[in-house]
């Protein structure tokens, strides 16, 4: 089955810094790549995706890579604040009917002030 | 639009009492439906899925067990529950090519 490794997990920045999140994944047929973001107490939120057609999508301070071929895919976050401060989780799965995504075991990002 | 309801938020349950938890979604039909727990500080664990009505998928041993009685309802039960059992137990849904969406989640204490 897949498997997905998640680092760091933890990442403390500065205010204005940018951070970066990497995941690997071992399953060649993975084709689809989202990234959660789950504030204290709160649910995973859809922050941003990509499928394996794309290698690189943006959205606002938030865009995530994808290199097929090494099989890993990141998340970039740029001019970073005190609220993206939370848990974020990277999956990966190969889509069909019964999806189950693997996900990553998270990274804390702690932005400070 | 799409939307999740998860009940209850918090509980507080002593071990060896059953546990139900209910899911319910509406604004789609036919969604695959999953049950995750999640550890203090830990990642997310999938429990259940289902992919059709009475259709359950069990990922981990254990005492726990879910149903789906109807198109866009999933319950999580326990006969009996654990302290192991503690954690925050999410619901989540995707139909078609939308996202994995979760709901708000029960945060479980056993005692």
Redo the contacts between chains.
Sequence with gaps: GENVEQHPSTLSVQEGDSAVIKCTYSDSASNYF?W?KQEL??????II?IRSNVGEKKDQRIAVTLNKTAKHFSLHITETQPEDSAVY?C?ASSGG?????T????TSLIVHP | SQTIHQWPATLVQPVGSPLSLECTVEGTSNPNLYWYRQAAGRGLQLLFYSVGIGQISSEVPQNLSASRPQDRQFILSSKKLLLSDSGFYLCAWKAGNSPLHFGNGTRLTVT
């Design positions: 989202p959660y107490g709160k649910r995973p939120q859809l995706d989780f999956a009917g019964s999806y189950i995504p996900f990553g075991r998270g």
